[in-house]
T-cell receptor
Framework: NAGVMQNPRHLVRRRGQEARLRCSPMKGHSHVYWYRQLPEEGLKFMVYLQKENIIDESGMPKERFSAEFPKEGPSILRIQQVVRGDSAAYFC????????????FGPGTRLLVL | GENVEQHPSTLSVQEGDSAVIKCTYSDSASNYFPWYKQELGKRPQLIIDIRSNVGEKKDQRIAVTLNKTAKHFSLHITETQPEDSAVYFCAASGAGETSGSRLTFGEGTQLTVNP
């Protein structure tokens, strides 16, 4: 039973480019969460999705950031026109049910904006 | 929204000693409290969790206690080993119909176990 998969593991972008981060949840999990971890800081919630629905995006920056979890395929976190402050580790987690359930984390994507 | 505070930010112990990390939360409706261990460059890994209908939970050398009245919970690691060295994060969730799913994390504790 494969765990949460994320790719790419490392991503380098120049300022102004777009970054696309992908997350495949564990088999049987239909709830996906994205968290951002700035260097030497804790994890901050960004967005919670179910298949084809954004349930809670209260942690997402208002501009440049978007997320989706289509009926088929992985969840995508998209960052447009990246800036240096976007450099961070982006972790995806999944769970089988929404509340009171363990969230299992993927290995993360480390984004570096030059 | 929920706010989680974690102390201490760094903790250094001798091998074999116990380590205690404490967290407080603000939203009394929170009812799920996991602890994650994160080694450098790795993913957060769940080590233990507790739900609000339980006051204490133990798994070998690791235990968690929860005091809902005071809104705090603690991680206890006994007989520490060098491989316990990592950053430990507490988290809280469960308050609110949609926001209840998200985890609110503390800022982390860097635990160093000296041989």
């Amino acid at each position: 039973n494969a765990g949460v998969m994320q790719n790419p593991r490392h991503l380098v972008r120049r300022r102004g480019q777009e970054a696309r981060l992908r997350c495949s949840p564990m088999k049987g999990h239909s709830h996906v969460y994205w968290y951002r971890q700035l260097p030497e800081e804790g994890l901050k919630f960004m967005v919670y999705l179910q298949k084809e629905n954004i349930i809670d995006e209260s942690g997402m920056p208002k501009e440049r950031f978007s997320a989706e979890f289509p009926k088929e395929g992985p969840s995508i976190l998209r960052i447009q026109q990246v800036v240096r402050g976007d450099s961070a580790a982006y972790f995806c987690a999944s769970s089988p049910y929404p509340t009171l359930e363990t969230q299992y984390f993927g290995p993360g994507t480390r984004l570096l904006v030059l | 929204g929920e706010n989680v505070e974690q102390h201490p930010s760094t903790l250094s112990v001798q091998e074999g000693d116990s380590a205690v990390i404490k967290c407080t939360y603000s939203d009394s409706a929170s009812n799920y409290f996991p602890w994650y261990k994160q080694e450098l460059g790795k993913r957060p890994q769940l080590i233990i969790d507790i739900r609000s209908n339980v006051g204490e939970k133990k798994d070998q050398r690791i235990a968690v206690t929860l005091n809902k009245t005071a809104k705090h919970f603690s991680l206890h690691i006994t007989e520490t080993q060098p491989e316990d060295s990592a950053v430990y994060f507490c988290a809280a969730s469960g308050a609110g119909e949609t926001s209840g799913s998200r985890l609110t994390f503390g800022e982390g504790t860097q635990l160093t176990v000296n041989p």
